[in-house]
Structure formats: C-alpha cells, structure tokens
C-alpha cells in the first residue's frame, strides 16, 4: 500500500498550522459557524445554484436550453464519478487524518474516521463549479470560487492537509473536464427528447417556452396551379 509521509511535505504541515491555527484564535461560535458551513453550507450553496443555473436555461431558446440542461445534469454525475473514484485512491494512498498525526489540532468536525487523501468534499465542490461553469461561465466562476472556499474551510476545520484539498480540486476538475465531450454527446440528445416531450418537456424549457410548431402552407391544386401559370 502506497503511504504518504505521516506529516505530509514540510510545507503542508506549515500550511496545515498556519490555515488551522486560525481557528484557535477565533471565537467559539465562529468556529461552530465555519465548521457547519465547511461540512453542509457551502455545499448546499452549490445545489443552489445549480438550481438557479436550471432557472435560467429553460428560458433560453429550445437548442441552448438542451446544452445548458445536458450540462446541468453533466455536473452532479461527474461528482459523484469523482467520489467514486476517490473511494479506491483514498485505501491506495492509505493517509490518516492530519489530527491523528498532531493532537494540538483544532478539530471542527468529529467522527472522522477515514482516510484523509484526498479531500471528497473539495472534490465535489470543485466537480460541481467546473460542471457549472461548463453551463454558465459567470455561475460557474461563483462556483468555482466557492469550492475554493470549501478547501480552505476543510484545512481549517483541521480534517485535512493542504494538499489533500489540492488533490481533490484537481481529481474533480479531472472528472469533469475529460469525461465533458462524451458526456454531453451523450446527454443532449437526452435533452432535445425531453424537450420535444409533452410531460417531462418542463424540466428542460420553461412555460411560454414551446417548441415551435409546423405550420401547415395552404394547399393549391393543380388546376390553381394551371391558372396561376
């Protein structure tokens, strides 16, 4: 099994107390605050904004509608590709939690048993930005800028070394970036049919936002035809 030294890089422990020390200088209730947010908020901020995002396709025009949508659907998958992937890297590299290495650590979140390399929830943070910007660029920068938050909460709360954060924003970026044109050659399609569809079109165009319908041209017979000649 492949290890990781027990502290990490010289300047990962560094980072790890300069970032963690922060919190033993903070007041109690900031610190409850940013631990809840670094374990649920910021994530459920980006579920948000997905949602937002999914607002504002289904009013654009039937073709971008379907991309965006397909993009859309492309960003939650691709996390949970990643996380997927992560369970195996994680037993490979076999990392304990920074706080199992320096007990002087300032934890915010308990229950934290397995290993540490590399981060699941800035590997999700960062699958779903980069998923989001794929549909949005200006959401997907928000996005983005958020999981970069949610990393540097996850080294203050004490559960994890920089370099851990490191590797899951670059695992979920990786996921998403590469699997991208696959994914949404296979997804747009998808989208374009529920669209076209009468029950389940909603999710992709909103009201006010149907398909354009043939227009039947009036019919002329051959005699019309004969006299207009």
Not at 17 to 44: H, K, M, S, V
């Amino acid at each position: 099994m492949a290890r990781l030294t027990a502290g990490g890089p010289n300047v990962d422990v560094s980072l790890l107390y300069e970032i963690n020390g922060l919190a033993q200088e903070t007041p109690g209730w900031l610190d409850r605050i940013i631990g809840f947010t670094g374990e649920y908020g910021l994530l459920l901020v980006l579920v948000l904004l997905v949602l937002w995002c999914w607002r504002g396709v289904r009013k654009l025009p039937a073709p971008a509608a379907a991309e965006g949508f397909a993009a859309l659907v492309w960003a939650p998958l691709a996390a949970g590709i990643a996380l997927l992937l992560n369970i195996p890297l994680r037993q490979f590299v076999g990392r304990p939690r920074p706080f199992r290495q320096y007990g002087e650590l300032e934890v915010l979140a308990e229950g934290k048993a397995d290993f540490s390399f590399v981060s699941d929830h800035a590997t999700l943070a960062m699958a779903l930005g980069v998923g989001l910007f794929i549909a949005h660029r200006k959401l997907g920068l928000i996005g983005i800028g958020i999981a970069l938050l949610e990393g540097f909460c996850r080294v203050f709360m004490g559960v994890h070394y920089p370099t851990d954060v490191i590797g899951g924003l670059a695992l979920g970026t990786a996921v998403v970036l590469l699997l991208a044109p696959l994914a949404m050659a296979l997804l747009t399609p998808l989208a374009r049919t529920i669209a076209a569809s009468r029950r389940a079109g909603w999710l992709v165009r909103g009201r006010g936002c149907e398909p354009a319908q043939p227009v039947d041209l009036p019919r002329t017979s051959s005699r019309e035809n004969d006299l207009a000649a």
